[in-house]
């Protein structure tokens, strides 16, 4: 399979917890997206990686999360101290760095903050 | 404030008719627009894409048409089958960000066979 994948694809954890996931995106690609997406809403972007550098943050990240590609391939959304809220799909796309390029989308982790 | 809309939460069709699934936008600046399908358990999947000096974009089964006038934007699907059954997603990316896609809230579409 090529395409973007995630893992894990589901975590439960108790809150207070940390959980870390991992994005593996479509292999020439060197834009990396993460987003966050609650049941029946779409996605809401949360930052976002050319290369290595993290270009742009959400107000929607807080403190409590970090994000990492410190190879420019693979990248890490790490959720300190997690909540309930943060209950949702987080979700990983990747493109190419071409003018309006076409973002897609991993099959997501689900967490779910007990 | 900007947005990216669906005039219509759920859609149910029968097998084989067409479906129309519309979407407003509020801002005149966004110049790139994408069509997603999101199946259960899984993540969003491209559909097809128009840009903004485009009016209608035709994919396999699929057409989107752009009416800039009234920041309108529609995914028509052609003899609809039960695996179009899922959730639409319209979604726009900006001049200022061609970084950041913004979705819509999204649109069940069941096909009822």
């Known amino acids: 399979d090529t395409g973007v994948s995630q893992d894990p694809r589901h975590k439960i954890t108790k809150r207070g917890q940390n959980v870390t996931f991992r994005c593996d995106p479509i292999?020439?690609?060197?834009?990396l997206y993460w987003y966050r997406q609650t049941l029946g809403q779409g996605p809401e972007f949360l930052t976002y990686?050319?290369?290595?550098?993290?270009?742009?943050k959400s107000r929607l990240l807080s403190d409590r999360f970090s994000a990492e590609r410190p190879k420019g391939s693979f990248s890490t959304l790490e959720i300190q101290r997690t909540e309930q809220g943060d209950s949702a799909m987080y979700l990983c796309?990747?493109?190419?760095?071409?003018?309006?390029?076409?973002?897609?989308f991993g099959p997501g982790t689900r967490l779910l903050v007990l | 404030g900007e947005s990216v809309g669906l005039h219509l939460p759920t859609l149910s069709v029968q097998e084989g008719d067409n479906s129309i699934i519309n979407c407003a936008y509020s801002?005149?600046?966004?110049?790139?627009f994408i069509w997603y399908k999101q199946e259960s358990g899984k993540g969003p999947q491209f559909i097809i894409d128009?840009?903004?000096?485009?009016d209608k974009r035709q994919g396999q089964r699929v057409t989107v048409l752009l009416n800039k006038t009234v920041k309108h934007l529609s995914l028509q699907i052609a003899a609809t089958q039960p695996g179009d059954s899922a959730v639409y997603f319209c979604?726009?990316?900006?001049?200022?960000?061609?970084?950041?896609?913004?979705f819509g809230p999204g649109t069940s579409l069941s096909v009822i066979p």
């Open positions: 796309a990747s493109s190419f760095s071409l003018e309006e390029e076409t973002q897609y």
């Open positions: 292999s020439e690609h060197n834009r």
């Open positions: 990686f050319q290369n290595e550098a993290q270009l742009e």
């Open positions: 801002n005149s600046a966004s110049d790139y």
């Open positions: 128009i840009r903004s000096n485009m």
């Open positions: 979604a726009e990316t900006r001049k200022t960000s061609y970084d950041k896609v913004i």
